[in-house]
């Protein structure tokens, strides 16, 4: 008579009965019940760890992209040596031609837009606050086209009118109390050159448009100016600092360095959005894979309770699997009868863990404000954090991942004690029953 095959119906049936039983018929122990919850509970931190993470990143870099070129192409100083004087001059990579460079950027496969812009540092005020801003001169149809910026539900103002004035960040406008239709005093000081020396450049500026771009960093710096005043007010009459390139692929930006550096000539430099956050973006890769390894040891740990509690119930069991084996079951059928019992342990906490983890990330955002109501806005510092709102970017991969780590780690926990009772001696077993 042939043998039943592995993992037959009789199997999952007797491991599922022993599951069901009562404590006092010496079925499933505490230790069983710690193991699950402690798999369920490991598992929803692990999923909801990874999405969190995920989501975080994906902000964070939204939120770069949204307010920033993808890259930038400027020009090295240049070093001018004067005979007269024999001293050598260090001066600024001016670009000149910024129209013609910009319209041969434009013409690369891939790239959608080539801006000219001048970039300055100064001293905001308006009454008795000041800080410091970051001017970007560029064009109307330039700003437009960045998403973080031209966000009319987020934004005060209209943006039709930033010819006649400046765009400035809401938090900058918060921290000096300024609205649309205000005045912003700037002052730069590489202003107008005197027989005394060169003097600040002061001037005024119609807050016209109020943006809120996501990150705290750039509302609370960041001025745009059209170019033309930008170039006048620093004084880069047809000059341009850099020229501004999006690309249709952010995330493949290294592929475009080679034809904007051909483009650029043999002064030009370039500079992504990699360059400028990749220490940013590579200490968060090294987090993730730190929490997911210090999560897949909590996981572990619980796994590990699925043994002590699958020794318990052979101990318990030894008078079944004695009459068991007397039957006629073979030592590979006991021991997948008990593999199964752990087995089935660690498949309902994962599936649990799973409902949980998904549940939980899904609702991260009303969590948070429970925990930011709770503790007066402490639960998430922007200042810190650089982005305002904590989200969750739930992956299929990082549930798989997850899932499939708890379901190998319980399988492989639950296989020595199954030994254990498949090699039980059933004489022994019935001696002093």
């Known amino acids: 008579m042939a043998s ?19 404590r006092a018929e010496g079925g499933v122990s505490v230790m069983t019940w710690i193991s699950l919850i ?11 760890t990874l999405a969190v993470r995920a989501g975080f990143r994906a902000e964070f870099v939204d939120t770069i992209l949204g307010a920033n070129a993808h890259s930038t192409v400027y020009y090295a100083p240049s070093q001018i040596y004067n005979e007269l004087t024999e001293e050598t001059y260090v001066t600024p990579g001016r670009i000149e031609d910024y129209d013609a460079l910009a319209a041969r950027i434009a013409q690369i496969p891939g790239v959608t837009r080539a801006v000219p812009a001048v970039r300055a540092q100064v001293m905001a005020r308006q009454g008795d606050a000041a800080g410091l801003g970051d001017v970007h001169g560029i064009a109307l149809d330039a700003l437009r086209g960045m998403a973080g910026i031209a966000d009319p539900q987020s934004a005060q103002g209209n943006l039709d009118d930033f010819d006649q004035g400046v765009a400035i960040g809401i938090g900058m406008a918060r921290d000096l109390g300024l609205g649309v239709g205000d005045r912003l005093q700037l002052v730069a000081p590489d202003g107008a050159k005197t027989p005394f020396g060169t003097t600040p450049r002061v001037e005024s500026f119609e807050v016209v448009y109020i943006f809120s771009a996501g990150r705290y960093d750039v ?4 001025i745009y100016m059209p170019l033309a005043a930008a170039q006048s007010f620093f004084n880069r009459e047809g000059q341009a600092d850099e020229i501004g390139v999006f690309v249709a692929d952010p995330e493949r930006i290294d592929d475009w360095t080679a034809p904007l550096l051909q483009a650029a000539g043999e002064r030009g430099q370039i500079w992504t959005w990699r360059d400028a956050s990749g220490s940013f973006l590579a200490a968060l890769d090294m987090e993730d894979d730190v929490m997911f390894l210090i999560l897949s040891i909590l996981v572990l740990i619980a796994s ?43 498949v309902i906490g994962t599936i649990a863990g799973v409902v949980l983890g998904v549940a939980l990330s899904l609702n991260v955002d009303h969590i948070m404000a429970a925990l930011n109501a709770l503790t007066g806005g402490n639960a998430w ?30 399988f492989i926990v639950t296989i020595f004690p199954a030994r254990r009772a498949a090699r039980m001696n059933p004489v022994e077993a019935l001696r002093y029953e």
Request: with cysteine.
């Open 38 to 48: 402690g798999i369920t509970l490991g598992v929803m931190a692990l999923i909801a």
């Open 219 to 222: 509302d609370q710096t960041r």
């Open 381 to 410: 510092q922007p200042e810190v954090r650089g982005i305002y709102h904590l989200t969750a970017d739930l992956r299929a991969w990082d549930i798989f991942r997850a899932a499939a780590l708890s379901l190998v780690l319980s």
């Open 4 to 22: 039943p095959a592995p993992f037959s119906r009789y199997e999952f049936m007797i491991a599922w009965r022993y599951l069901r039983a009562r």
């Open 304 to 346: 590990m309770n699925i043994t002590s509690g699958l020794i318990m119930l052979v101990k318990n069991k030894g008078r079944d699997i004695g009459i068991l084996r007397t039957m006629g079951l073979t030592e590979g059928s006991v021991l997948r009868v008990f593999f199964l019992c752990g087995a089935f342990t660690g």
